[in-house]
């Protein structure tokens, strides 16, 4: 427990917590949020250890794909030099295995990096291939708007409320474009884009739950991110091999709501 920054300080919180939980529960109370949270059993070192699990599977996911894009995609196409979202994962899983003010940040700034990200690669894809001097300024704008963001959750406050309203009016525009690629496209799996899309806000309602967790492990955002999983399989079965593919092909491997997409 040491190796993840726990203190005895930490500890002793911890165990204050859960005998808080205790008396409310004995007294037929509802089960207290502390500081805006939930109550969670630790496992080893892990704080969250379902939402932990889920985000490193999500990775996990993710650099299977990459991998396999690699293989798969000429390196001469168009979209070949775009990434996944390993890093917004791999800073979720370390946040959910430990939550500091340092962790929290890293999540919660690379998770909106992901938001802005699909923004600018669904701008590359619809826009950017013709007119790179187009996709060279709104690079250069969402850019500003992720430095805008990060600045004043840093340096002015760190607002809960602002930032969900932030990512979710980004990701709104984000949701919107895409559906609007899936209409128009005649690629035959532009349906497995839009089903992805779909999905995604499905399951990013469970956030609007917002219960106890499940034998004090399993919450709304555990099963957001469990759920994200087997969203992979869908866009990764949608790879052609690589006999099919062209120069010119319209592949691309992007993110999207936190989702490494490959297409």
Not at 141 to 148: E, G, K, P, S
Request: charged share 10%; hydrophobic share 50%.
């Amino acid at each position: 427990m040491g190796l993840t920054g726990w203190t005895c300080r930490d500890d002793c919180k911890y165990e204050c917590m859960w005998l808080t939980v205790r008396l409310y529960v004995q007294g037929g109370h509802r089960v207290p949020q502390f500081h805006g949270k939930w109550p969670f059993s630790r496992f080893l070192f892990f704080q969250e250890p379902a939402s932990a699990f889920a985000s490193f599977l999500n990775g996990l996911a993710g650099f299977i794909m990459l991998l396999r894009y690699k293989a798969t995609v000429p390196p001469a196409s168009p979209m070949y030099p775009t990434c996944v979202s390993l890093n917004a994962w791999f800073w979720s899983t370390v946040f959910h295995t430990r939550d500091t003010a340092v962790t929290e940040k890293l999540d919660y700034f690379c998770a909106s990096a992901v938001v802005l990200h699909s923004v600018y690669l669904c701008g590359v894809r619809t826009l950017g291939l013709q007119r790179p001097a187009l996709i060279s300024i709104l690079r250069a704008f969402l850019l500003l708007i992720l430095a805008a963001h990060i600045s004043y959750l840093t340096l002015v406050r760190f607002d809960y409320g602002y930032n969900m309203a932030a990512n979710a009016a980004i990701g709104l525009l984000n949701v919107a474009w895409w559906l609007r690629w899936c209409a128009r496209t005649r690629l035959p799996h532009g349906w497995k884009c839009a089903a992805v899309v779909l999905l995604l806000q499905a399951l990013a309602l469970l956030e609007l739950l917002d219960f106890p967790p499940l034998f004090w492990v399993l919450d709304a955002h555990a099963l957001w991110h469990i759920g994200t999983i087997p969203l992979n399989v869908l866009f990764y079965r949608s790879v052609p091999p690589s006999p099919a593919l062209k120069i010119g092909a319209c592949l691309k491997i992007g993110v999207l709501g936190g989702v490494p997409l490959l297409w």
